[in-house]
């Protein structure tokens, strides 16, 4: 079985700070972990991914993730944020063999203060 | 730019009464996934396709709720009677996904808010 953790609900930042959102998972083999976004009244919009290679992953809007296999975690980061990125984030995860849904996390809403 | 379009944006319903989704993936993509979203619950995988072929739908309830695709360009999700817990957002993704391989991103529609009252 495959699960993913969010553990928080919400996040609160001021805008210009850093961000992070947090993310656990668990699968059996190695894992492929994503990140979406969903703005209001809208469906999911991918931002990154990792499969294999620089643990460190680029995605879109300035996001970035940190892959930890030690730690089983894949937390989004950005250096600065905006008001504009307030949204509900979701991490995603699958294995690499088996089952090829994705098992997504509860979600965290993120809210930049002006 | 192609996009992943659901059919109707918006249902209200009444308990007993059939509901019918549909969606058109993007061209191209080979799977094509159902998705359910509450507060309670989250976002939850009802069911999904590859290549038109039903690969997993233990997440959907097999009594009411049944997912087709007919052809290539529909998917279509229909539950039957609807009840007012099935209240929610219902997503269509598709995506492009190979043998084992790494996984594309899904494409999201933007969802149908369905209430059974």
């Known amino acids: 079985a495959q699960s993913v953790a969010q553990p928080e609900d919400q996040v609160n930042v001021a805008e210009g700070n850093p961000l992070t959102v947090k993310c656990t998972y668990s699968?059996?083999?190695?894992?492929?972990l994503f990140w979406y976004v969903q703005y209001p009244n809208r469906g999911l919009q991918f931002l990154l991914k990792?499969?294999?290679?620089?643990?460190l992953v680029k995605g879109s809007y300035g996001f970035e993730a940190e892959f930890n296999k030690s730690q089983t975690s894949f937390h989004l980061k950005k250096p600065s944020a905006l008001v504009s990125d307030s949204a509900l984030y979701f991490c995603?995860?699958?294995?690499?063999?088996?089952?090829?849904?994705?098992?997504f996390g509860s979600g965290t809403r993120l809210q930049v203060q002006p | 730019d192609a996009r992943v379009t659901q059919t109707p944006r918006d249902k209200v319903t009444e308990m007993g009464q059939e509901v019918t989704m549909r969606c058109q993936p993007i061209?191209?993509?080979?799977?094509v996934f159902w998705y359910r979203q509450t507060m309670m619950q989250g976002l939850e995988l009802l069911a999904y396709?590859?290549?038109?072929?039903?690969?997993?739908d233990s997440g959907m309830p097999k009594d009411r709720f049944s997912a087709e695709m007919p052809d290539a360009t529909l998917a279509t999700l229909k539950i039957q009677p609807s009840e007012p817990r099935d209240s929610a957002v219902y997503f269509c993704?598709?995506?492009?996904?190979f043998g084992q391989g790494p996984h594309n991103e899904q494409f999201f529609g933007p969802g149908t808010r369905l209430t059974v009252l």
């Open positions: 993704a598709s995506g492009l996904v």
């Open positions: 699968v059996s083999g190695n894992p492929y």
């Open positions: 990792y499969i294999t290679g620089d643990n």
């Open positions: 995603a995860v699958r294995a690499d063999t088996g089952r090829r849904a994705l098992t």
């Open positions: 061209l191209g993509h080979n799977t």
């Open positions: 396709f590859r290549n038109r072929a039903p690969l997993d």
